[in-house]
């Protein structure tokens, strides 16, 4: 990994889709917001981020990450949408 991310981060970054990504609870609980309203600001400000910058895995993606990820289990009754 990049040597500007901190050892204990690493493991919050995954690959998908060709990008380096990260779950956005893990997102939040880094920038200690609730998950909800992370979302929420990204949504209000959708201008200020890139066009790639949040994207919903589909349910293989989801059920992928999930089987190799054990603290991800929550996201087991998490909704996706199909892409």
């Known amino acids: 990994m990049n ?4 050892p204990e981060y690493e493991t919050l970054i995954f690959q998908f889709r060709g990008y380096k990504v990260m779950i956005d609870s893990d997102l ?3 920038y200690n917001v609730p998950t909800k309203r ?3 600001q990204v949504k209000r400000n959708f201008e200020r981020f890139p066009n790639d910058f949040m994207f919903e895995l589909t349910k293989y993606e989801k059920d992928k990450l999930v089987a190799n ?3 991800l289990t929550l996201l087991k009754h998490s909704s996706v949408t199909p892409i």
Request: charged residues 40%.
């Open 3 to 6: 040597s500007l991310i901190k």
């Open 28 to 30: 939040a609980l880094l």
């Open 38 to 40: 992370l979302k929420e």
């Open 69 to 71: 990820c054990d603290r």
